[in-house]
T-cell receptor, first 110, second 113 residues
Framework: SQKIEQNSEALNIQEGKTATLTCNYT??????LQWYRQDPGRGPVFLLL?????KEKRKERLKVTFDTTLKQSLFHITASQPADSATYLC?????????FGKGTRLSVIA | DTAVSQTPKYLVTQMGNDKSIKCEQN?????MYWYKQDSKKFLKIMFS???????INETVPNRFSPKSPDKAHLNLHINSLELGDSAVYFC????????????FGPGTRLTVL
């Protein structure tokens, strides 16, 4: 069955540093992969989508990579700020419903 | 303007009761979804409707019945509530069923006592 692993349940980093979150998947060949942000008590909010033929995608301070050989996506937040503190979910996608990872709770410490 | 709205935000009820959660989207999207997020924070799809037709029905007990009166609304009715139904239920929508980005509602926290 499809399995999605996000590197750690929680990640603490210092303000200004780059946060790197990892999403690994198995038994799956997604055509694209999405990243969402979820704040406590709120629904997930879409951030970025990267397709299997794209190596990298950027949006402001966010960067996503997608390595279909390693079956891995990396999500980077550069110059992190306390406001970036949230849970980040990855969701590999294809011809099946979105399957979400459990998420990584990021805390940016001032 | 709220894009995807759900009511109620909180729902506390006794085991065995029947309850409904309503969802509306004003984005003009064709596809709507129901997700369940349990206490371990796993977000799992339950149902998906495209233009009022059911297209995804994951392994969900028959006690859960979605209804889509029109493509802007997708309601979830739950019969004979059980303790294990306690979770946060999210409604979402997307432009089409080809899994574009999804827009989520604020969630309904259901607590079954």
């Amino acid at each position: 069955s499809q399995k999605i692993e996000q590197n750690s349940e929680a990640l603490n980093i210092q303000e200004g540093k780059t946060a790197t979150l990892t999403c690994n998947y198995t038994n799956y060949s997604p055509a694209y992969l999405q990243w969402y942000r979820q704040d406590p008590g709120r629904g997930p909010v879409f951030l970025l989508l990267i397709r299997e033929n794209e190596k990298e995608k950027r949006k402001e301070r966010l960067k996503v990579t997608f390595d279909t050989t390693l079956k891995q996506s990396l999500f980077h937040i550069t110059a992190s700020q306390p406001a970036d503190s949230a849970t980040y979910l990855c969701a590999p996608s294809g011809n099946t419903p979105l399957v979400f990872g459990k998420g990584t709770r990021l805390s940016v410490i001032a | 303007d709220t894009a995807v709205s759900q009511t109620p935000k909180y729902l506390v009820t006794q085991m065995g009761n029947d309850k409904s959660i309503k969802c509306e989207q004003n984005l003009g999207h064709d596809t709507m979804y129901w997700y369940k997020q349990d206490s371990k924070k796993f977000l799992k799809i339950m149902f998906s409707y495209n233009n009022k037709e059911l297209i995804i029905n994951e392994t969900v007990p028959n006690r859960f019945s979605p209804k889509s009166p029109d493509k802007a609304h997708l309601n979830l009715h739950i019969n004979s509530l059980e303790l294990g139904d306690s979770a946060v239920y999210f409604c979402a929508s997307s432009p089409s069923s080809s899994y574009n980005e999804q827009f989520f509602g604020p969630g309904t926290r259901l607590t079954v006592l």
